[in-house]
């Protein structure tokens, strides 16, 4: 039976391939390729002259059918821009679909930007956490980093030049200045790996150019805020003053850095206690 294998490529120097990887390059009936151009070049450096088809998320279901039809004749190798395919792309939508069909995936590893970048910030790198690209509204991209505000793994996270110096700034508005390392242009000329905390970086990158990957210091113990009796009697007050709960746990969370799950609870035993004391007892009597 035909297989499918997901070839990772260059990230950005050509010599980073591996040669398993060219071998089935040149060996496929097929690459399926997200960018034909950066893939052109690749294939042309190595002498390569297997047919490629285009695959990417502007015809990924348009392409889908063609590509699962063709592998009934042969086997495909599906490629990303860069890095492995799969990650941040539209190629795990072929790859859900060749295994729902029974077509064999073979994975064929190679540079990534998450490890590359992981591995070069300096930070730990036993726990992690990947979230891709952010959402590119300010309001969906900060509900995001309040989400994994108490996460003690190590983020990394992909960005555009264009959006680098918002990300940054939301970056420190809600997770802190923690360190961090960014990560521009791996592996290509221009390669750079600026360690430092958040402030510094968004001091740095003022006019940002080249593909960021950028990597942040997960909270650590000593840094977990606490919910003690202050935060409480915080809550109570504003409970007993009848501010709606969704925005007193939003002001309070941005203050404290508590998580809106834990001071959640703690809002709803306050509702709990407030309908106890409401309710009225009843008395039993012997008959």
Not at 28 to 51: G, H, M, N
Not at 72 to 81: I, N, T
Not at 254 to 267: H, I, P, V
């Amino acid at each position: 039976m035909p297989n499918l294998y997901v070839v990772a490529t260059p990230i950005g120097n050509l010599e980073d391939i591996s040669l398993r990887a060219l071998r089935v390059l040149r060996e496929v009936r097929l690459i399926a390729a997200e960018d034909t151009r950066k893939t052109k070049r690749l294939l042309k450096t190595y002498d390569i002259q297997t047919p490629m088809t285009s695959y990417h998320q502007h015809n990924e279901k348009a392409k889908l059918d063609y590509i699962l039809n063709y592998l009934k004749e042969g086997d495909v190798a599906l490629v990303s821009e860069a890095g492995m395919p799969g990650v941040s792309d539209p190629g795990y939508e072929l790859i859900g679909a060749a295994n729902q069909s029974g077509i064999p995936v073979i994975p064929v590893p190679g540079p990534s930007a998450v490890i590359t970048a992981l591995v070069a910030s300096g930070l730990p790198t036993d726990r992690f956490l990947y979230l891709g690209f952010l959402p590119r509204r300010a309001a969906a991209r900060k509900q995001v980093l309040e989400s994994v505000a108490q996460e003690s793994g190590t983020l990394v996270i992909l960005e555009a030049p264009h959006r680098l110096r918002q990300t940054l700034n939301d970056l420190r508005l809600v997770l802190g200045d923690r360190r961090m390392a960014v990560c521009r242009e791996l592996t290509k000329l221009h390669e750079e790996v600026f360690r430092g905390a958040i402030s510094q970086a968004a001091a740095r990158f003022t006019e940002p150019r080249g593909e960021f990957t950028l990597v942040i210091e997960g909270i650590r113990d000593v840094d977990k805020p606490v919910l003690n009796k202050d935060i409480e009697k915080q809550l109570g007050d504003m409970y007993q003053r009848r501010i709606k709960a969704r925005e007193a746990i939003a002001s309070v969370a941005a203050e404290t850095g508590l998580s809106r799950r834990e001071l959640y609870r703690a809002w709803l035993k306050l509702d709990k206690s407030s309908s106890d004391k409401r309710r009225p007892c009843h008395s039993l009597e012997r008959s």
